[in-house]
């Protein structure tokens, strides 16, 4: 597996569990850490805890669902979405990218397919998310830890 997709984050929303391990199970297996929720009031709170670095939706969830979910999450970020959804209505898969989704896969899917439709996106949106990872030490005052949102100043943690 290339080293640019190791550790990188990815939340993925689905009131199946049993779909979410295989899910879980496929992308550990190319090395990225994989976080899970089961409903759409979980994902929110999971995306502010875990800062993903992709979120693969359901829409069809019990008690938000994920276009509701989608709209609240590009409210506060532009982390990108795969829509993933046994509704593969041209209806359905037009009001996902409209409301700002990146990508919108039906179920059933291939586990390759998944996967590479995951490192595509993250690859297409690297730039455009700015997003960093890892340890960087400006000089000995200033440390800024992109995975945990840290800043050092002068061996103290600053508040954000």
């Not at 179920?107 to 297409?124: D, Q």
């Amino acid at each position: 597996m290339p080293e640019e997709f190791d550790r990188r984050k990815i939340l993925v929303v689905d009131d199946e569990e049993r779909m979410v391990r295989f899910i879980r199970m496929n992308l550990e297996h190319d090395g990225f850490l994989v976080s899970e929720a089961f409903n759409g009031k979980q994902a929110i709170s999971k995306m502010r805890d875990f800062t993903p670095d992709l979120i693969l939706l359901d829409v069809m969830m019990p008690d938000v669902d994920g276009f509701d979910v989608l709209e609240t999450i590009r409210e506060v970020s532009n982390v990108p979405v795969i829509m993933l959804t046994a509704k593969g209505e041209e209806d359905d898969r037009v009001r996902g990218l409209e409301l700002g989704a990146d990508d919108y896969v039906t179920k059933p899917f291939s586990p390759r397919e998944l996967t590479s439709r995951v490192k595509a996106v993250l690859r297409r949106t690297e730039g455009a998310t700015g997003s960093m990872h890892g340890l960087i030490e400006v000089d000995e005052r200033l440390k800024i830890d992109f995975d945990r949102r840290e800043i050092w100043l002068e061996g103290k943690l600053v508040k954000l």
